[in-house]
RNA sequence: GGUCGCAUAGCUCAGCUGGAUAGAGCGCUGGCCUCCGAAGCCAGAGGUCCCAGGUUCGAAUCCUGGUGCGACCGCCA
């Protein structure tokens, strides 16, 4: 139940009738009427600018059709009051009972109030993390992980159909890299010295693979050239790391829908099979490319390449898919895998990055628009970094010193909530602080600890009430007369609630989780305005000792609150809090 | 040199795909607990929305050109 498109279709059945009784010329493009909450609340509930937006195209004034249009909805019974305010603004203040109606609707709708069908059951595959299955997942892929959950639950929750996707890397060098350092570590097992150059990884978590290794095979590989071992040491250690990572992004609260192994596309002419459907659309062609402009590299050459024509569709630069030596480059198992992406029949690809991979979107869109004959949209969503902080001291990161932070370490130390939530108070193209100390405060300054509050409150509430008698529970509450409710305070916290289903689908239409984690701050923020209302007007407690009725109507509202805190909280995959402790 | 992103209060940041007098938190100033809902509450001050043009009823928001900061820029993924 979304009351602001509701009294969208309301102001639209008055344009109408307003056509139908002349004052209004028939054919009028109603597209950018809006109807939103005012900046000022002192301007009313809702406002609408659909008298500016059609003064130029009906050849009427503004202020002319603001008046007709506005007599038209303070017919409407929910409509207390129509003014024509500012340029033509028509600004409704709305009965308490529509308020109500919005109170009773999340009760009856629970933590589905305000999912949306914006999505239409589209198919969309949101990609993340994705990180080489090298090493356990770093504080980067944590902020990526995170986003690219929260997206996917939101889109969800925006009505379309999501498919979760991590991308496995196995197919490259830096997994020859890996099994030759978890071949060290076996060698080590086996108690032989070993020395970890460069271009190996020396991290400690590669030891129990070693020792795993060593558990699976014996002394077979001991001593034997690296032709003999490197490939079934490479699928041992991947899929060491691959549980790794999963484990990982379990503890994250994490679940992927695919994983999807780069190195299924080699040897089966699937890569082959992408790169002719370009080559049909004369996309692909042997050339040679120019050197960067500013700084060309010490040891530029030209070389021959297959390139692919990525300039058609507004990259910078043609870009190689083969190596002068005949083996691909990277870019040619990415296509052929977002081409199976747009073969499995997706409406919508999103891609979350690191912004480090700025420099590949172009081709990468290119590709997809390519591939699927501009059919399929790519969005990609790139994620800045995360600066650590400890007690507001930087934290310094480093492999070598042995300060590398890992997804695990901050779930650990934080916990899995407090981790994400943070992580999504900011946008993804926006860098991120994250302190280890004031993630953790129990104070109003941490929004993480004032969103759950405001909900613990509420259950402690809703506690309270049932130990004194009083229809507490949702069946109860569901029911209950809410004409008690009138007070100023009241409605401003059910304003509030009514805004959620708006907030979900402008949420969803921009891909910002981030908003969901403001805007519950905001309503956290108006159910403790009310509560601390409560403490100078008693009146405004939502328990009142000799008024069960009016209780009860309080409550209702108050679970209401808690209702969308929860569902809110759900999409950023965050548990609500009953108690704090 | 090019591409992408960012630029809003002293600080950290929101800002509804173009709406009215630009918001929040922190910090600052001033009030508020012998008792009833203080892990606090209320009020106030604080702005060249980086600059210059443009689009229109209307721009922090869209376009163009600058400035500053960051990321990236041929066979590493």
């Known amino acids: 139940m979304n009351l602001f498109s509701e009294m969208h279709g309301t102001v639209a059945a008055a344009l109408d009738a307003l056509v139908a ?56 019974p929910r409509v207390a009051t129509a003014e024509v305010a500012g340029p033509g603004f028509i600004n409704l203040r709305l009965d308490p009972s529509a308020w109500h109606g919005v109170l009773a609707a999340a009760l009856g709708e629970g933590r589905d109030f305000g999912r949306s069908a914006l999505g239409q059951g589209l198919k969309v ?39 979760r996707e991590y991308y496995i890397n196995d197919g490259g060098a830096q997994v020859d890299v890996l099994a030759r350092s978890v071949y060290l570590r076996y060698l080590e097992a086996h108690g032989q010295e070993v020395a970890f150059e460069d271009g ?48 990982d992004l379990k503890a994250l609260g994490v679940e992927m829908d695919v994983f999807f192994s780069e190195k299924s596309l080699y ?26 402009k500013g700084k060309t590299p010490e040891d530029w050459e030209p070389r021959e390449q297959t390139l692919f024509r990525s300039t058609d569709y507004g990259d910078d630069v043609d870009r190689p898919v083969m190596k002068s030596d005949g083996s691909w480059t990277y870019f040619a198992p990415d296509i052929a895998y977002h081409y199976d992406k747009v073969e499995r029949g997706f409406d919508w690809l999103i891609d979350v990055f690191g912004a480090d991979h ?4 172009k081709r990468m869109k290119a590709a997809v628009a390519a591939l699927s004959q501009d059919a399929v ?54 860098p991120l602080d994250f302190d280890f100390d004031k993630v953790l405060e129990q104070s109003k300054d941490n929004p993480v600890f004032y969103v759950q509050y405001a909900h613990a409150r509420v259950c402690s509430l809703l506690r309270k009430a049932e130990a004194a008698g009083l229809p507490a529970s949702d069946a109860a509450l569901r029911g209950a007369d809410l004409s008690a409710l009138g ?31 403001f805007y519950l701050y905001d309503l956290a923020s108006e159910l403790h305005a009310l ?7 008693p009146a405004l407690r939502f328990l009142q000792e000799d008024d069960p009725a009016g209780s009860t109507a309080r409550l209702a509202l108050a679970r209401a609150s808690a209702v969308v805190i929860s569902a809110g909280l759900g999409i950023l995959g965050v548990t609500p809090a009953e108690e704090m402790r």
């Open 21 to 76: 009784d002349g004052t209004l010329p028939a054919g009028l493009d109603t597209a950018a009427v809006t109807v939103e909450p005012p900046r000022d609340p002192a301007h009313g509930d809702m406002a609408t600018n659909a008298a500016m937006v059609l003064a130029k195209p009906a050849g009427l004034k503004p202020r002319a059709i603001a008046e007709a249009l506005a007599d038209r909805l303070a017919a409407d």
């Open 358 to 361: 700025g420099g590949y979107v």
């Open 487 to 517: 007070h100023e305070a009241e409605l401003a916290l059910a304003r509030k609630i009514a805004e959620w289903p708006r907030l979900v689908e402008i949420a969803g239409r921009s891909c910002e989780p981030h908003r969901v984690a």
């Open 267 to 292: 040897g089966t002419g699937r890569i082959e099979a992408a790169l002719d459907s370009l080559r049909e659309k004369g996309l692909l062609y042997e050339g040679v490319l120019e050197p960067p």
């Open 125 to 163: 595959d949101v990609e993340y993390v994705s990180a080489n299955p090298t090493g356990p997942l770093h504080v980067g892929h944590t902020r990526g992980a995170v986003f690219g959950d929260a997206l996917a639950r939101l889109l969800d929750f925006a009505g379309y159909d999501v498919t």
């Open 377 to 430: 949209p790519l969005d990609v969503k790139l994620m800045q970094l995360v600066k650590l902080y400890k007690g507001g001291e930087p934290f310094k990161m480093s492999k070598r010193a042995g300060t590398f932070v890992t997804l695990r370490d901050v779930v650990d130390e934080v916990g899995p909530d407090v981790t994400r939530f943070v992580m999504l108070t900011r946008k993804n193209d926006a």
């Open 200 to 247: 190996t990884y020396p991290g400690d978590y590669l030891v129990p693979v070693g020792e795993a290794l060593k558990a699976e095979v014996g002394d077979a590989y001991v001593g034997r050239p690296e032709a003999e071992w490197l490939a079934p040491v490479r699928a041992f250690a991947t899929d060491a790391m691959m549980a790794l990572i999963r484990d």
């Open 531 to 537: 509560w601390n209302r409560g403490h100078d007007e």
